[in-house]
């Protein structure tokens, strides 16, 4: 070998070597699921109690169920699990400092301070984060905003949060990323375009595998990214280390047999729901144009694949009340507010 070209080739195969050991989980981090040892058939069950016309989106927080209710005078709505009744509402839509703007989400973020619970809302339309006080805005009817941070543009506008220490997590385009709390400098933690498995020389590629939507776990110590394009689930800490790969077997993630899935209309993973023990996930493996009714996989956070619940309706959403081991959604045909009672959940 000519000794003048030496170092550079020496500086591309240690790329190469860097690029194989953090391109690519290993082995070990990679459960597959495919069967699961249990099946249940679900019926949906009206909750009359929510009285909510059109629901944009629901979180539960202990025992306290928050709703955004479209087309009603108050645009949040609270209700207590327990007594199963409304408790409050406040808040309404517009452009103003006191309103809600744009498509506006709960977090899973939530903390107390004293006895008034504080909840996290995600406004795309202004692209903040706004802690709330529930129990003040619950009393005056109207939004008392005890802080707001600002989304940073190298942000993706979908399921940003910020924990109660303060960090912003997010996503650009399957990177998750933090904000330095002090610095607010953009910390890049890792490069999730990273399959085990052989990828299709699909078009557009990188926009199917960048899909990903992030869901905090309830201790604050786990981020779960879930990916709608794909049936996928990623498994992080909060120091970015990817821990986990949940997928289906295979050579490849999408399903060759339906042609759609590469028209980018084919919604899969759609919303991520964590406890201290599980994961659950809601599969639609829908096209958008139909109604199919989906299903919820259940998982361990080791990947294990524990149960899976086939619905009786089409929803898109949802919240679990894990405690009562209920699940909380909206039937968008019926136009009601319904619940499915979820077994299996307790081994």
Not at 180 to 195: A, E, G, K, M, S
Request: overall charge neutral.
């Amino acid at each position: 070998m000519n000794l003048k070209t030496f170092p550079g080739v020496l500086v591309f195969a240690t790329l190469i070597l860097t690029f194989s050991c953090t391109s690519h989980p290993k082995n070990d981090q990679v459960a597959e699921f495919k069967t699961f040892p249990k099946e249940y058939q679900l019926t949906s069950q009206t909750e009359e109690w929510l009285d909510i016309w059109l629901c944009g989106d629901l979180r539960i927080y202990d025992s306290i169920l928050v709703a955004i209710s479209w087309q009603s005078e108050k645009f949040i709505q609270v209700y207590d699990l327990k007594s199963k009744s409304r408790i409050g509402a406040f808040g309404t839509e517009g452009k103003g400092p006191n309103e809600f703007f744009g498509n506006v989400q709960l977090t899973p973020v939530f903390f107390h301070e004293g006895t008034d619970l504080i909840i996290q809302i995600h406004e795309s339309g202004r692209k903040i984060l706004r802690n709330i006080n529930l129990n003040q805005s619950m009393a005056t009817g109207k939004v008392v905003t005890q802080d707001t941070f600002t989304i940073p543009e190298e942000f993706d506008v979908r399921t940003p949060f910020r924990t109660s220490d303060s960090k912003v997590f997010g996503v650009k385009k399957s990177v998750l990323r933090m904000i330095d709390p002090v610095t607010h400098d953009t910390i890049r933690f890792n490069d999730l375009i990273q399959f085990v498995q052989k990828l299709p020389p699909v078009k557009n590629f990188e926009y199917i595998a960048s899909l990903m939507y992030l869901e905090l776990s309830p201790r604050q110590d786990r981020i779960v990214g879930y990916f709608h394009l794909m049936k996928r689930l990623h498994v992080y800490n909060t120091n970015g280390d990817l821990l986990k790969v949940i997928k289906e077997p295979g050579n490849h993630v999408f399903d060759t047999s339906d042609g759609y899935i590469y028209a980018r209309n084919k919604v899969c993973f759609s919303r991520s729901f964590l406890s201290d023990e599980y994961i659950l996930v809601l599969n639609q493996d829908r096209l958008l144009a139909t109604e199919a009714p989906g299903e919820l996989l259940l998982f361990d956070y080791q990947g294990k694949a524990m149960a899976r619940y086939k619905l009786d309706c089409w929803i898109r959403m949802g919240a679990m009340d894990w405690n009562a081991k209920r699940f909380y959604s909206f039937n968008y045909k019926e136009k009601t507010m319904i619940s499915f009672a979820l077994e299996g959940t307790e081994e």
